[in-house]
């Protein structure tokens, strides 16, 4: 069972995707369920988790909507503020939908490196692991150390790295990512998403400038940590879904069929919890 363990839609006239403006040519225009269904259906992709593109909770309500509309949509990663006085109750209220499996907080975007240590943020932490939602870690490879932080004070916390951390594939200053990945890792616990590597590398990457990466992934985290995604449409500013499939596939050529079965799907359905649709 294939699953995309990260994708995105978005619907300009909504009005709070700040991040997404005419300079981002291939993704300035609607990217809703129509688009992405044929890519699903032509790779055998059973179901996807839609995690949000913004920091609001009415995008949060938008894509839980789909959700309900669209049966190959079986999780939601929304947004909350978790620093807000009231984030505990909040996010109790959306957990109580069944389909919303995880929150993600634009870490990468956020002026103060530490904004998840923040004492305001940990009751809302606590609230996420209390309900069963997993923290989806939008970061750059300077906040893996915050991650660690992290997970000494919420051990009971379900936490999944987007992106690997956003390595700097195209610099070739892949070093201390690695270590500090790895540092992460050890725990035993916090998992990865083998996504956005290619908008990384560039416009120009080859399979072969992911290999080191994705090497690096499954030392890490091994096959039951580590799960795939497209982080399309995203990808699609060095790419597209096919290639990105195709050399997936290359990558992961050299595990065995249960491993392989882990990383492009079994992962994630074991860690958001997901159930067919």
């Not at 996504?195 to 030392?219: C, F, K, N, Y």
């Not at 995203?234 to 997936?248: F, I, K, T």
Request: hydrophobic share 50%; glycine share 8%.
């Amino acid at each position: 069972m294939r699953i995309d363990a990260h994708q995105h839609f978005w619907l300009r006239e909504r009005g709070d995707y700040d991040w997404l403006t005419p300079a981002l040519p291939p993704l300035w225009r609607d990217f809703l369920p129509a688009d992405l269904a044929p890519l699903l259906d032509r790779h055998g992709i059973a179901g996807t988790v839609l995690v949000q593109a913004a920091p609001t909770e009415a995008e949060t309500a938008y894509m839980l909507a789909l959700a309900r509309q669209h049966r190959f949509l079986w999780g939601v990663v929304g947004w909350t503020d978790l620093a807000a006085p009231d984030a505990p109750g909040r996010i109790a209220a959306l957990a109580a939908d069944p389909l919303l499996v995880g929150l993600r907080p634009m870490l990468q975007d956020l002026p103060d490196d530490d904004a998840i240590l923040a004492p305001a943020v940990q009751p809302a932490l606590a609230a996420m692991a209390a309900h069963g939602l997993a923290l989806d870690a939008l970061i750059r490879p300077r906040h893996l150390p915050r991650v660690q932080a992290l997970r000494q004070r919420h051990p009971g916390l379900h936490i999944v790295i987007d992106h690997a951390a956003k390595p700097d594939i195209a610099g070739g200053d892949l070093a201390r990512w690695a270590r500090d990945l790895a540092l992460v890792a050890d725990d035993g616990l916090t998992h990865c998403k083998l996504s956005g590597l290619v908008t990384e590398a560039g416009p120009d990457w080859q399979v072969d400038d992911l290999r080191p990466v994705v090497e690096t992934l499954l030392a890490a985290f091994g096959p039951e940590r580590l799960m795939w995604g497209s982080d399309w449409p995203v990808l699609n500013l060095a790419g597209d879904y096919d290639p990105w499939v195709a050399a997936s596939g290359q990558l992961l050529a050299g595990l065995d069929t249960a491993a392989q079965a882990d990383v492009l799907g079994e992962t994630a359905r074991r860690f958001y919890r997901l159930e067919t649709r």
